[in-house]
């Protein structure tokens, strides 16, 4: 093995943290990865955990980086980017790659991203934005269009109602304002118009003044299958998105990363890493749904895996401000990502009493629930990333959150990568495991001018893989 001769501190403790950890050392064989605070599970040469860097501690993250000669800190967590994170970081004179907390509004603030993107004309469903439930209520019963009722602050992905009628729009108003089922995140409200077609997840590098787009994924945000059940963090997705080719990297570059690169640089905003757009392909081109200032999860884990590039150089790039001078190289596979949750549950307690959990993410769930076959796993035609595993008192792998792990098939066309994904899932347990049977096929409405360049659809040899487990 090749001696380290960088070291990098990575900010994260999901999946996606995994995968970026994974594409650092992957992609260089001279980096060393302290993950902080990371994930006890996570076990590699060069990946090493530090539960010592705490996400709501940047003096931990300082104090490590003096202890140990690390070249630059990459942040990719929203809880420590929207609390200054890299601000502090910065102020301590270490090299650090992600945006600072008042450009980290444009996750942490809808109604403050809404208002960037209408005054620098990038293209996003029309809106209002309101601090009082009742005039909300008016101006939903004005509308003659479906809306999406949007709590401002940041909800852990549940914080969007998409609303098919006005009764279910004027009750969110409700449900967000008045019952504070959000909390202080619902202080204030976006109403804005609910957009149809088909989903995609972009994703960017950028060095503060030029983007290097990566591919782009479908994401399967809905906890059940056939796209139903409550909006969450991801089930799961696909990379290359199967709409994805030239012309629409043109539309995207075109249409949403320059006005969003001129609107970050007019605001004086400090942002270097990862952007993550959440866009639809709607008939009248493609708009704009949510900006994210990290990399998405469970996209991560399906695009990441792709890239070829020394990830160490992209990042030395973003720090220099020479993005503009390099390319990115991906493989040509295709990859997905399931999801496996921590579902709902039956246990007994002291008095023999039912206790009933829901499961993520529809409510209370079990933890510490041992976790097996992670070894059967195929690396020929998987990959495994760990996000809510954690190591017992006998140092065995237990389920710790919600969304546990993810199993990321690939192969050389989507049936293949979807094939691979759920026959290797099929070989993990863990009480109360669940994961929607369904990614891969394609939901929404897509009009004809995208479905003539159309690139891969799934062969009629495809089969529905069987059900969640239970
Ligand atoms: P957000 O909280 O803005 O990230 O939205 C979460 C999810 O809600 C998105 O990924 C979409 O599936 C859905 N959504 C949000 N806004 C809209 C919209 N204007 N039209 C249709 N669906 C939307
Ligand atoms: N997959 C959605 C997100 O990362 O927010």
Same mark, same amino acid.
């Given at each position: 093995?090749?001696?380290?001769?960088?070291?990098?501190?990575?900010?994260?403790?999901?999946?996606?943290?995994?995968?970026?950890?994974?594409?650092?050392?992957?992609?260089?064989?001279?980096?060393?990865?302290?993950?902080?605070?990371?994930?006890?599970?996570?076990?590699?040469?060069?990946?090493?955990?530090?539960?010592?860097?705490?996400?709501? #501690?940047?003096?931990?993250?300082?104090?490590?980086?003096?202890?140990?000669?690390?070249?630059?800190?990459?942040? $990719?967590?929203?809880?420590?980017?929207?609390?200054?994170?890299?601000?502090?970081?910065?102020? $301590?004179?270490?090299?650090?790659?992600?945006?600072?907390?008042?450009?980290?509004?444009?996750?942490?603030?809808?109604?403050?991203?809404?208002? +960037?993107?209408?005054?620098?004309?990038?293209?996003?469903?029309?809106?209002?934005?309101?601090?009082?439930?009742?005039?909300?209520?008016?101006?939903?019963?004005?509308?003659?269009?479906?809306?999406?009722?949007?709590?401002?602050?940041?909800?852990?992905?549940?914080?969007?109602?998409?609303?098919?009628?006005?009764?279910?729009?004027?009750?969110?108003?409700?449900?967000?304002? +008045?019952?504070?089922?959000?909390?202080?995140?619902?202080?204030?409200?976006? =109403?804005?118009?609910?957009?149809?077609?088909?989903?995609?997840?972009?994703?960017?590098?950028?060095?503060?003044?030029?983007?290097?787009?990566?591919?782009?994924?479908?994401?399967?945000?809905?906890?059940?299958?056939?796209?139903?059940? =409550?909006?969450?963090?991801?089930?799961?997705?696909? #990379?290359?998105?199967?709409?994805?080719?030239?012309?629409?990297?043109?539309?995207?570059? @075109?249409?949403?990363?320059?006005?969003?690169?001129?609107?970050?640089?007019?605001?004086?905003?400090?942002?270097?890493?990862?952007?993550?757009?959440?866009?639809?392909?709607?008939?009248?081109?493609?708009?704009?749904?949510?900006?994210?200032?990290?990399?998405?999860?469970?996209?991560?884990?399906?695009?990441?895996?792709?890239?070829? $590039?020394?990830?160490?150089?992209?990042?030395?790039?973003?720090?220099?401000? @020479?993005?503009?001078?390099?390319?990115?190289? @991906?493989?040509?596979?295709?990859?997905?990502?399931?999801?496996?949750?921590?579902?709902?549950?039956?246990?007994?307690?002291?008095?023999?009493?039912?206790?009933?959990?829901?499961?993520?993410?529809?409510?209370?769930?079990?933890?510490?629930?041992?976790?097996?076959?992670?070894?059967?796993?195929?690396?020929?035609?998987?990959?495994?990333?760990?996000?809510?595993?954690?190591?017992?008192?006998?140092?065995?792998?237990?389920?710790?959150?919600?969304?546990?792990?993810?199993? @990321?098939?690939?192969?050389?066309?989507?049936?293949?990568?979807?094939?691979?994904?759920?026959?290797?899932?099929?070989?993990?347990?863990?009480?109360?495991? #669940?994961?929607? #049977?369904?990614?891969?096929?394609?939901?929404?409405? =897509?009009?004809?001018?995208?479905?003539?360049?159309?690139?891969?659809?799934?062969?009629?040899?495809?089969?529905?893989?069987?059900?969640?487990?239970?």
């Amino acid at each position: 093995m090749a001696t380290p001769s960088r070291n990098v501190l990575l900010i994260d403790s999901t999946g996606r943290g995994h995968a970026i950890a994974d594409l650092f050392q992957r992609s260089d064989p001279s980096v060393r990865v302290f993950y902080g605070p990371g994930n006890s599970s996570v076990a590699d040469e060069r990946i090493c955990t530090v539960p010592e860097v705490s996400l709501s #501690s940047p003096a931990s993250a300082v104090q490590f980086c003096q202890a140990r000669a690390i070249d630059f800190v990459f942040v $990719s967590h929203i809880d420590a980017l929207s609390t200054g994170y890299v601000d502090f970081l910065k102020a $301590s004179g270490i090299p650090t790659i992600g945006p600072d907390r008042a450009a980290a509004r444009l996750e942490a603030s809808k109604a403050f991203t809404k208002s +960037l993107l209408q005054r620098y004309k990038v293209k996003t469903a029309r809106f209002k934005v309101f601090d009082q439930p009742e005039p909300a209520k008016q101006y939903i019963r004005t509308l003659g269009y479906e809306v999406v009722v949007k709590a401002d602050g940041l909800c852990e992905g549940n914080g969007a109602y998409v609303c098919s009628d006005q009764a279910s729009a004027l009750h969110a108003v409700d449900n967000i304002m +008045l019952a504070r089922a959000h909390k202080d995140a619902g202080n204030r409200i976006v =109403v804005e118009e609910r957009l149809f077609g088909v989903e995609i997840s972009i994703f960017a590098l950028f060095d503060g003044k030029e983007f290097l787009l990566f591919p782009a994924a479908l994401d399967y945000k809905r906890s059940d299958d056939g796209n139903k059940g =409550v909006n969450c963090d991801g089930m799961g997705s696909l #990379s290359p998105h199967p709409l994805a080719d030239k012309a629409l990297y043109h539309e995207i570059q @075109t249409e949403l990363l320059e006005p969003l690169g001129a609107a970050i640089l007019g605001e004086g905003l400090k942002y270097t890493g990862f952007i993550y757009i959440g866009a639809m392909l709607c008939d009248d081109g493609i708009k704009v749904i949510e900006i994210n200032v990290r990399f998405g999860d469970s996209e991560a884990e399906a695009v990441l895996p792709k890239v070829q $590039s020394n990830f160490v150089q992209l990042c030395e790039g973003v720090l220099q401000g @020479t993005l503009s001078s390099m390319s990115l190289e @991906t493989d040509d596979k295709c990859y997905c990502n399931v999801v496996a949750a921590q579902g709902p549950t039956l246990r007994l307690d002291e008095d023999g009493r039912e206790i009933r959990y829901p499961g993520w993410p529809h409510g209370d769930f079990e933890v510490g629930c041992p976790i097996s076959g992670l070894e059967a796993v195929d690396r020929r035609n998987s990959r495994l990333f760990l996000a809510n595993v954690r190591r017992d008192a006998e140092y065995s792998l237990v389920t710790a959150g919600g969304r546990v792990l993810h199993v @990321t098939g690939f192969g050389d066309n989507y049936a293949q990568a979807v094939h691979h994904a759920y026959a290797n899932i099929e070989k993990i347990r863990f009480k109360g495991m #669940s994961y929607r #049977s369904d990614i891969g096929l394609i939901y929404g409405s =897509v009009d004809a001018k995208r479905q003539r360049r159309e690139i891969p659809s799934l062969p009629s040899t495809w089969q529905m893989p069987r059900g969640a487990l239970s």
